[in-house]
Nanobody
Framework: QVQLVESGGGLVQAGGSLRLSCVVSGSGFSTNAMTWYRQAPGKQRELVAGITRGGIIKYVDSVRGRWTISRDSAKNTVYLQMNSVKPEDTAVYYC???????????WGQGTQVTVSS
């Protein structure tokens, strides 16, 4: 059983930075791909960034160049460094684990990120 616990959300001004963390308990093949999703009010949940055990990284176009996903295997933690945030980045951010980016088998509880203009 994989459990994911996010932290680091909050209120930040546009142009600022925030770092989200996701502590992973449990492991194995089901945590090959670690991803961050987000869901804004009235919108569908979307994949923001993902990283595999092999270091393959994926970003949605809207955050590429601004944000960085990383994983620290020694700490069982996945990070999302969010720089140059924009009001449209406001959403609940979820950490997810799965075999691939889209085959998610475990979700965290979510952490709210609010960007003020």
């Amino acid at each position: 059983q994989v459990q994911l616990v996010e932290s680091g959300g909050g209120l930040v001004q546009a142009g600022g930075s925030l770092r989200l963390s996701c502590v992973v308990s449990g492991s194995g093949f089901s945590t090959n791909a670690m991803t961050w999703y987000r869901q804004a009010p009235g919108k569908q949940r979307e994949l923001v960034a993902g990283i595999t055990r092999g270091g393959i990284i994926k970003y949605v176009d809207s955050v590429r160049g601004r944000w960085t996903i990383s994983r620290d295997s020694a700490k069982n933690t996945v990070y999302l460094q969010m720089n140059s945030v924009k009001p449209e980045d406001t959403a609940v951010y979820y950490c997810a684990a799965g075999i691939t980016y889209s085959l998610v088998s475990s979700w965290g509880q979510g952490t709210q990120v609010t960007v003020s203009s």
